[in-house]
């Protein structure tokens, strides 16, 4: 059976090259940029008032202040505010009312702040000329035109679509989100909002994906539920190969009505491999048909969110261009024994990190792929090869923290 590491190198081979796309701004949080951005104009684009106050124009450079330092009284003989410039030039002995944001006007070259200022009607007094460019945001001094402004490979964060905001872009080449469809199967399967049948559950699993793809950045396509049979099965499943990824959930063991590979063979999908030596997660399946790729992913809820996690997620970030690093990287130590079985598997067990001793990992009770209760409680995991144990208490570990 294939070890863990050769299932995740598999994938990540399959997994095709990212491909790039020009979305509009508001769309591409959480997208990598596939090309560099150099900055198309002068960052402010014309000298700023940084405050609100007065433009005016300071003696000429000769050295010698008027009034011998005594209050200045001048003439307000305009006004500036932000998008409604001054359309004269100051002249000595002036003042221009200005407000933040505006253009700094001709001949003007400094800002008085409005707090240092008295105002006397149609004049302002003040007791001292500030420095040339006081209170005066110049041009260009956060980008210049033609500088690089974000480098290629970036990670878009509000922070980077607000400065290619005001560089002006409507939109930005970035590397396309796949599109992901998901598939759930199960005779037994119940969306909610309806009175449990005998015998169903709720399907948890279909809501737990997308959750999932949605969090790391891709976009989702609802195929809802199929039955547990061909022709349910191919239906949907030669829908969900339009897309770049399709992800089934259920269907893929060794059970009578474990249909979903030969619906996927049918459908003319290449199975790449199927059963992986892991626990929980053991009878992951993959294939691929032309650009997409299909993981069927076994049915136990915490199968799903192991085999999303260590497998399908790593594919998705090649998909968007994004660097995969590996998230087992806290270190600690075990609180408690660990026994594992059967030996050589690698298995990925929930832990509790102790808030105040944050370097100890407490494995969890109810370790078992159904059970969702110790999903949500848990804030980390470890992953293990059995084969290296035993695993008394204080064994290091390295621990992929949850976030809250
Ligand atoms: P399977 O992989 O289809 O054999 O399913 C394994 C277990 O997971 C069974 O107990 C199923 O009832 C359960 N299961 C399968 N699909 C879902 C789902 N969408 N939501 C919740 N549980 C599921
Ligand atoms: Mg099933």
């Known amino acids: 059976m294939l070890t863990y590491e050769d299932a995740l190198q598999r994938i990540l081979e399959a997994a095709p090259a990212p491909r790039s796309a020009l979305v509009p701004l508001a769309d591409a949080l959480g997208c990598v ?5 150099t900055s198309p104009l002068d960052l402010p684009p014309f000298d700023q008032a940084a405050v609100d106050g007065y433009a005016v124009r300071r003696p000429d450079g000769d050295g010698h202040p008027p009034h011998n330092g005594g209050p200045v009284a001048l003439p307000v003989v305009g006004c500036a505010s932000a998008g409604s410039p001054y359309r004269r030039s100051v002249q000595a002995g002036e003042a221009v009312r200005i407000l933040t944001g505006a253009v700094v006007p001709r001949g003007a070259d400094c800002v008085l702040m409005q707090e240092q200022v008295q105002r006397h009607g149609g004049r302002i ?4 000329w500030p420095e040339a460019g006081r209170n005066i945001r110049r041009r260009g001094e956060d980008l210049r035109r033609g500088d690089q402004a974000l480098d290629a490979g970036t990670r878009l964060r509000p922070h980077e679509i607000a400065l290619l905001a005001a ?50 950045g891709a976009r989702v396509i609802r195929l809802g539920v199929a039955r547990d049979e061909m022709r349910s099965l191919v239906e949907k499943i030669s829908w969900g190969l339009r897309h770049d990824v399709l992800l089934v959930a259920g269907g893929v063991s060794v059970g009578d009505k474990d249909f979903v590979r030969a619906a996927a063979r049918r459908c003319g999908v290449r199975e790449v491999f199927w059963q992986v030596n892991i626990k929980p997660g053991m009878p992951l399946w993959f294939g691929r048909r032309g650009r997409t790729c299909l993981f069927g992913l076994p049915g136990n809820p915490v199968s799903v969110f192991v085999t999303f996690e260590e497998f399908v997620k790593p594919a998705l970030y090649r998909l968007m261009g994004r660097a995969w690093e590996d998230p087992y990287a806290v270190p600690a130590a075990l609180a408690s024994d660990l026994h594992l079985s059967p030996t050589r598997r690698t298995h990925f067990v929930r832990v509790r990190c102790d808030a105040r001793r944050q370097r100890v990992a407490e494995p969890l009770t ?26 008394p208490a204080g064994t290091p570990v390295l621990v992929k923290e949850e976030s809250r």
């Open 33 to 37: 940029l596939s090309k560099g951005v």
């Open 125 to 128: 007094i003040f007791a001292n």
């Open 167 to 216: 560089l002006g872009h409507a939109t930005v080449r970035v590397y396309r989100p796949p599109a992901v469809a998901i598939l759930t199967t199960g005779d037994e399967l119940q969306p909610a909002g309806r009175r449990l049948k005998p015998g169903r559950i709720y399907d948890s699993n279909g809501i737990l994906l997308e959750a999932l793809v949605r969090q790391a």
């Open 366 to 391: 109810g370790q078992a792929s159904h059970r969702l209760r110790s999903l949500v409680e848990a804030d980390g995991w470890i992953r293990v090869t059995a084969e290296a144990g035993p695993w």
